[in-house]
């Protein structure tokens, strides 16, 4: 999931009038591509350093994922699974910085953000092009994995990968049903959520707002497939329990972000002050509730444990899932 560029920051007061200025200093998708390296660098720093961890692990048979499949104890022949977990990991704390770096864009700043609008609004559209990369990596290197691990002939094994990767239905077994097609539908629609921030001044800013809002279902899918069908988290413990907890952060800057819009257009008023239509405002009043009842929800999954993970199998893991890609 991504998240992807905010609206951004005003121009300051003494910014050139000619059109033509403004028009060559708009971020392009080049110029953003060039400046977000060193960010992409470092991406690939945290996913190597966490496909080491998994590896170890693996090697030492201390992961869940052993136990989901202990098939994979074998680590030379899914070296490129682990590896997709990895980039699957960096992607969704990268999903995270972005949305996190968004919400404070797009509301109203706190006090305590010493950073500089320009600076911060350019953050964001850097590591929201990274979790675009990193999305894409962790899904050719499963894709890869299901070719590796096929012993048809080469095209079939390719054909057949294609298919149960990139298209919805194509894994028809076990978790993979939902969890498949639900980080599907987060890379499908991170992409054109996130090029559109490049061509806003053609389909114009207010159209460019209304589809940006959608980034957060991106995200929503991202963490949602996560906990389905990352078999780092498929039984209760605490990394199952770390993920929820951050979910917390992003709930709450929402909720701020809604309580105190940056436009005067979106603040709730009371009805018989309401300017819009009465269906508007109860969208925006049921946004809030929605918001506060999930940041509850968080909350209470958190401090009881019922969070939707497995219990952990015996030592005997002959009755384990073994169809969890």
Request: aromatic share 10%; charged share 15%.
């Amino acid at each position: 999931m991504t998240s992807l560029p905010a609206q951004p920051a005003s121009e300051p007061a003494d910014a050139p009038a000619d059109t033509g200025d403004r028009q060559q200093r708009r971020p392009t998708l080049r110029s953003d591509l060039r400046v977000s390296l060193p960010d992409g660098l470092i991406a690939l720093v945290v996913t190597a350093a966490v496909f080491a961890l998994l590896y170890a692990r693996i090697r030492a048979e201390t992961s869940s994922t052993v136990s989901v499949m202990p098939f994979m104890a074998d680590e030379g022949e899914f070296w490129m699974y682990f590896l997709s977990q990895a980039f699957g990991w960096s992607a969704l704390l990268w999903a995270w910085i972005t949305v996190v770096l968004g919400l404070l864009l797009s509301g109203s700043r706190p006090s305590w953000l010493r950073l500089p609008g320009q600076r911060l609004e350019r953050l964001h559209r850097t590591t929201s092009l990274n979790t675009i990369a990193l999305i894409a990596a962790h899904a050719l290197l499963f894709a890869g994995q299901l070719v590796r691990s096929d012993t048809a002939r080469w095209y079939s094994a390719i054909g057949t990968a294609f298919v149960e990767t990139f298209v919805p239905g194509g894994y028809d077994s076990g978790t993979g049903q939902l969890a498949i097609p639900l980080g599907q539908a987060a890379l499908y629609l991170a992409i054109p959520l996130g090029l559109l921030f490049y061509v806003r001044h053609r389909i114009g800013p207010r159209t460019w707002r209304v589809l940006h809002r959608f980034v957060i279902a991106v995200y929503i899918l991202s963490v949602w497939h996560t906990l389905l069908y990352g078999t780092n988290v498929w039984y209760d413990g605490w990394f199952r329990t770390a993920i929820w907890l951050l979910q917390l952060p992003i709930a709450a800057l929402l909720l701020l972000r809604l309580l105190q819009p940056a436009r005067r257009s979106e603040k709730l008023r009371g009805p018989r002050t309401h300017t819009g239509s009465p269906a508007g405002w109860a969208l925006r009043l049921g946004g809030r509730i929605a918001v506060a009842g999930t940041i509850a929800a968080l909350l209470a999954a958190v401090i009881s444990g019922n969070d939707g993970g497995r219990t952990m199998p015996p030592e005997d893991t002959s009755s384990s899932h073994n169809d969890h890609g």
